[in-house]
T-cell receptor, first 116, second 114 residues
Framework: DAGVIQSPRHEVTEMGQEVTLRCKPI?????LFWYRQTMMRGLELLIY????????DSGMPEDRFSAKMPNASFSTLKIQPSEPRDSAVYFC??????????????FGPGTRLTVT | GNSVTQMEGPVTLSEEAFLTINCTYT??????LFWYVQYPGEGLQLLLK?????DKGSNKGFEATYRKETTSFHLEKGSVQVSDSAVYFC?????????????FGKGTTLSVSS
C-alpha cells in the first residue's frame, strides 16, 4: 500500500486566496483525521471523519476552514480566505478504527502551507 | 481536560549516550499511551504503545513504562544513534470514551551527533 497520500507537499499563496489541501487515506480505513502543526501550538486535531461523515470538528479554528470527504478515498481541507497565521504543516491521517491502542493512526507526509 | 506534557527540547546528545524524554499526562479513567516519532520531512509514525498500568512498550531499542502512580510515560533508550534524530511526540487516547481521537504533546526534538 502507498500509505496516506497528501497533495500538494508545499503550497505558497497570498493572503486572501483560497487554498485546498487533499488527502487519500489508506484503502479500507474508516477514519480520517486532519491535523495542523505549528511551532507555537504543536499538533492540533482539526476534524475527523468516520465512514465519510464528520464526527468532531471542534478543532476547526474558524469558519474560514472547511473539510469534506465525498467518498472513502478522498478528503479535502479548504481555507477561504487564507491568512498568514494559517501558515503551518497540515497532516492527514487514517486508521481502521478509533479504539485507542487497538488502531494505529497512519500519517501522510504533510502539506507545508505558507501564506504571505 | 485531558492533556499531555512533554519536556521542552531540543535535546542534544552524542552518539551512544543515554536518552530520556519525559512525558506526563492528565486524564480521567485509564487511557492508552503512545510515543510517535517524526523524522525530518515526514509524517508521524507510531514508535511504541502501552495500554494499561505497568505495561512496557518497546521498539527499536526504545522503551517506555506506563506509570499510573506518577501519571508518566517517559521514553528511554540506552544508546542513541545519529539516525534517531527526530521529533518525538507523547500521546494518549481520549478518555473516558475509548473511541475518541488521540491527544498529542507538543513534541521534543532530539539531535544526535557523531
Amino acid at each position: 500500500d502507498a500509505g496516506v497520500i497528501q497533495s500538494p507537499r508545499h503550497e505558497v499563496t497570498e493572503m486572501g486566496q483560497e487554498v485546498t489541501l487533499r488527502c487519500k487515506p489508506i484503502s479500507g480505513h474508516d477514519y480520517l483525521f486532519w491535523y495542523r502543526q505549528t511551532m507555537m501550538r504543536g499538533l492540533e486535531l482539526l476534524i475527523y471523519f468516520n465512514n465519510n461523515v464528520p464526527i468532531d470538528d471542534s478543532g476547526m479554528p474558524e469558519d474560514r476552514f472547511s473539510a469534506k470527504m465525498p467518498n472513502a478515498s478522498f478528503s479535502t481541507l479548504k481555507i477561504q480566505p487564507s491568512e498568514p497565521r494559517d501558515s503551518a504543516v497540515y497532516f492527514c491521517a487514517s486508521s481502521l478504527g478509533l479504539g485507542g491502542a487497538s488502531y494505529e493512526q497512519y500519517f501522510g507526509p504533510g502539506t507545508r502551507l505558507t501564506v504571505t | 481536560g485531558n492533556s499531555v506534557t512533554q519536556m521542552e527540547g531540543p535535546v542534544t546528545l552524542s552518539e551512544e549516550a543515554f536518552l530520556t524524554i519525559n512525558c506526563t499526562y492528565t486524564a480521567t479513567g485509564y487511557p492508552s499511551l503512545f510515543w510517535y516519532v517524526q523524522y525530518p520531512g515526514e509524517g508521524l509514525q507510531l514508535l511504541l504503545k502501552a495500554t494499561k498500568a505497568d505495561d512496557k512498550g518497546s521498539n527499536k531499542g526504545f522503551e517506555a513504562t506506563y506509570r499510573k502512580e506518577t501519571t508518566s510515560f517517559h521514553l528511554e533508550k540506552g544508546s542513541v544513534q545519529v539516525s534517531d534524530s527526530a521529533v518525538y511526540f507523547c500521546a494518549l487516547s481520549g478518555v473516558p470514551q475509548a473511541g475518541t481521537a488521540l491527544i498529542f504533546g507538543k513534541g521534543t526534538t532530539l539531535s544526535v551527533s557523531s
